[in-house]
């Protein structure tokens, strides 16, 4: 079975600087996809970035990026010059390729980000 | 385009009852999942439907249960509440199932269920 792992229950940052937030995961499946959500106060999980496994590229969208690391089984975030609508809960989510669907998210417990003023 | 609409937002209920959530995706998308949220357990996958089939069942008793309408609006019940079905539960809706391009989930609000 496949497992997420999220280390940092919670984390704060001041505004304007860049944050690292850690996953790991464990699975045996070769081809699969891996994932970020943000879930701010209003409760709405709304995805940060996503991964392709085949993929070497880390993928980034403006100023979040991701240093995945399939060797070694992990998925950081990288979130620069962070701003104040960034605090939010953010998910690490595994989904495998084979059979998989949205339908069947794993994830993390969540890391807790403040950003501060 | 309007997003993922969970209805009711809040609900109380006392144990023993039963609930009914509901869920109406974004116009188009034809698969609904369901997720629990917990503080304990965190989020956890209950079922997906797509066309009115269930595609996938997580592993939860089967006092949950749901359906897929014609319309791709889902409903899931919970019967014979208990104080730990307590959490907020989540509806996703994507196009499709699979993990090809514009699959991606667009989740609701959640509805917030408490049993006293």
């Known amino acids: 079975a496949q497992t997420v792992t999220q280390s940092q229950p919670e984390m704060s940052v001041q505004e304007a600087e860049t944050v690292t937030l850690s996953c790991t995961y464990d699975t045996s499946e070769n081809n699969y996809y891996l994932f970020w959500y943000k879930q701010p106060p209003s409760r709405q999980m709304i995805l940060v970035i996503r991964q392709e496994a085949y993929k070497q590229q880390n993928a980034t969208e403006n100023r979040f990026s991701v240093n995945f690391q399939k060797a070694a089984k992990s998925f950081s975030l990288k979130i620069s010059d962070s701003q104040l609508g960034d605090t939010a809960m953010y998910f690490c989510a595994f989904m495998k390729e084979y059979g998989g669907s949205q339908g069947n998210l794993i994830f993390g417990k969540g890391t807790k980000l403040s950003v501060k003023p | 385009k309007a997003g993922v609409t969970q209805t009711p937002r809040y609900l109380i209920k006392t144990r023993g009852q039963q609930v009914t959530l509901s869920c109406s995706p974004i116009?188009?998308?034809?698969?609904v999942s369901w997720y629990q949220q917990t503080p304990g357990q965190g989020l956890q996958f209950l079922f997906e439907?797509?066309?009115?089939?269930?595609?996938n069942k997580g592993n939860f008793p089967g006092r949950f249960s749901g359906r897929q309408f014609s319309n791709s609006r889902s409903e899931m019940n919970v019967s014979t509440l208990e104080l730990g079905d307590s959490a907020l539960y989540l509806c996703?809706?994507?196009?499709?199932?699979?993990?090809?391009?514009?699959?991606?989930?667009?989740f609701g609000q959640g509805t917030r269920l408490t049993v006293v």
């Open positions: 439907y797509f066309s009115e089939t269930q595609r």
């Open positions: 996703a809706s994507s196009p499709r199932p699979g993990t090809g391009p514009n699959t991606e989930a667009f």
């Open positions: 116009s188009g998308h034809r698969s």
